[in-house]
Each structure stands twice: as structure tokens, then as C-alpha cells.
């Protein structure tokens, strides 16, 4: 049994169907202009998008230099002097020299200057830093046997405001700062068979002192340690 296809209706007038075809041709480029409209929309949003999280981001980034630049401006400046190691030979006006030797031994010392700067000393040292109390001097002399500074002042004779100067000469290490009690001046400044004696903190020769005789290379032990031993009494840095 055969089949036979239908003919495909259409309307017999030309005229209608140029109509039909147009319109499908209309219906066409509306929903093409629909589809590039709502493109652009969206172009649009993410072209937005970028520039808020842009907008955002270089805020930020502003934000984050301005807070280095504000840590390295506003920053408190260091307290912590800076000297060359090793002394060159110069001349100190007020600066006493002395020969002590330098064995260990227990118990106290009769010491010949006042404070010590140098002599037998205990075979612990005293670890660097600044001290609220007076040190033994055994302990202390050790100290200056590696090359330290010990910065000692009377209390009685000296204010607050001038032991704070005081601080303002000590490096990071190799340097102690105690009270000492009736040694006879204000402020006494002393290393290994050296000392200087001033009556005002203000004095540019304590920093001379410490130029020169700071981790000196003429005492018996340059470059041993100044930590890892005997904390004192009244230790706060």
C-alpha cells in the first residue's frame, strides 16, 4: 500500500506570504537585538564589578603603604647607641689607666679603684644590660674582662631625667648601667684598666669613652660572651 506525502500548505497569495516572511525576519533581529542587549547588560555589570573591586583593592593598597610609611615615620627612635669595636689609641682628657691582672678567685675583692676596673673577679660574669640596684663588683669586673662598659652613678647624686641620659649611651650589648652608692662621683665610666669620672650625664666625653673602649681589643678576653651567666638584683633590661 503506497503513501502519499501532503502538500506543504501555503497561502496561494504572494502577497501574504512576503508578509508571513517578514514578519518571522522581524521576529528574528528582535530577539538577535534582545540577545545583544542583554550581552551589553552584562558587559556592563562586570565592567562595574572590576572597577568597585579595582577602586577597592587600590584603597586598600594605598591603605597598607600608608600604614608602612606610618610605622616607619611615627616610630619611636631607638634608645640603643652604636660604636665601632676596637679602640684606636685616642686620648680621653679625665681618663685614668691601670694594670690588674685578671685571675678568678671566690669571696670579695679589696678592689684599688672605686668603682673596680679590673683586678680578680668571680669566675661568673655579671650579663649585660641596665639595673636598677647596685652589682657585685666580682661579677661585674668579669663583665669588663670581655669588653664591656659598666656606666655606675650614685643615686644620691644624679636624677631620674640623668639616668635616663645615661641609657641613651648604651649600645645593644657589652655595656651594664647600675647604681653605686658613695664612690665619691656622680657618674663613673669604666672598662678594663680604664675609667673616667664626670659630674654631669651630658658629658661628650662618655660617649668618647665608649668609642674607645668599648669591646676594646686590649682586654684579656676580647669577644667572650656578655650573656648566659649571673643576672643581679633589679634587672630590667
Known amino acids: 500500500m503506497s503513501t502519499q506525502k501532503r502538500p ?18 522581524q521576529q528574528r533581529e528582535a ?18 564589578g572590576r572597577v568597585l573591586w579595582w577602586t577597592v583593592g587600590s584603597v586598600a593598597a594605598v591603605a597598607v603603604v600608608a ?8 616610630a619611636p ?10 679602640g684606636t689609641g685616642a686620648e ?13 678567685v671566690e669571696g670579695t675583692v679589696d678592689y684599688e679603684q672605686t668603682p673596680p676596673a679590673g683586678g680578680p673577679h668571680n ?15 666580682e661579677n661585674a669586673v668579669h663583665s669588663l674582662e670581655h669588653g664591656s662598659v659598666w656606666v655606675t652613678y650614685d643615686p644620691e647624686l644624679v636624677s631620674d631625667d640623668d639616668v635616663e ?5 648604651l649600645p645593644s650589648s657589652y655595656a651594664l648601667l647600675s647604681p653605686y652608692p658613695d664612690m665619691g662621683t656622680p657618674i663613673a665610666v669604666s672598662a678594663w684598666n680604664a675609667q673616667l669620672k664626670v659630674d654631669s650625664a651630658d658629658d661628650e666625653r ?25 643576672d643581679g638584683p633589679g634587672k630590667v633590661g
Open 8 to 25: 506543504q500548505q501555503s497561502s496561494g497569495n504572494p502577497a501574504k506570504q512576503a508578509q508571513i516572511a517578514q514578519s518571522l525576519k
Open 31 to 48: 530577539q538577535r537585538q534582545e540577545k545583544l542587549a542583554e550581552y551589553q547588560r552584562q558587559l556592563k555589570r562586570r565592567q562595574r
Open 67 to 74: 600604614a608602612v610609611v606610618a610605622s616607619f615615620v611615627f
Open 77 to 86: 627612635a631607638s634608645k640603643q647607641a652604636s660604636y665601632d669595636i676596637g
Open 92 to 104: 680621653i682628657e679625665g681618663v685614668e689607666t691601670f694594670s690588674n691582672t685578671n685571675t678568678h
Open 123 to 137: 669566675a661568673y660574669w655579671l650579663n649585660c644590660g641596665v639595673y636598677t640596684e647596685p652589682q657585685q663588683n
Open 165 to 169: 641620659t645615661l641609657e641613651g649611651y
Open 206 to 230: 662618655i660617649a668618647d669613652f665608649f668609642e674607645e673602649y668599648w669591646r676594646n681589643d686590649s682586654v684579656p678576653e676580647p669577644g667572650a660572651m656578655c650573656t648566659g651567666a649571673i
